[in-house]
Nanobody
Framework: QVQLVESGGGLVQPGGSLRLSCAAS????????MSWYRQAPGKQRDLVAS???????NYADSVKGRFTISRDNAKNTVYLQMNSLKSEDTAVYYC?????WGQGTQVTVSS
């Protein structure tokens, strides 16, 4: 069955960095576009970044220039490098192949 397992979340100070990972299994990873979404308390789940099977990336305006999505097809893993983190980046971050979702990983940006 399809599994998407996120890791790398945690508590970080404003201005800091984190790298999220999402290990995928149960489908042909290299053929699928992958994405990261986030959901803050009381808010809807929003797209943060996506990457196509050929490596074309897309970002929400709020994270452009700070976040980078990448993938390693040999490891069936997609990453989200997050730099210059702000308090408004605090949310649960979810990995998705646009059909299935991971369980999410909490990112908290606070001093």
């Amino acid at each position: 069955q399809v599994q998407l397992v996120e890791s790398g979340g945690g508590l970080v100070q404003p201005g800091g960095s984190l790298r999220l990972s999402c290990a995928a299994s149960g489908f042909s990873f290299s053929r699928f576009a992958m994405s990261w979404y986030r959901q803050a308390p009381g808010k809807q789940r929003d797209l943060v970044a996506s990457i196509t099977s050929s490596g074309t990336t897309n970002y929400a305006d709020s994270v452009k220039g700070r976040f980078t999505i990448s993938r390693d097809n040999a490891k069936n893993t997609v990453y989200l490098q997050m730099n210059s983190l702000k308090s408004e980046d605090t949310a649960v971050y979810y990995c998705s192949n646009f059909l299935f979702w991971g369980q999410g990983t909490q990112v908290t940006v606070s001093s």
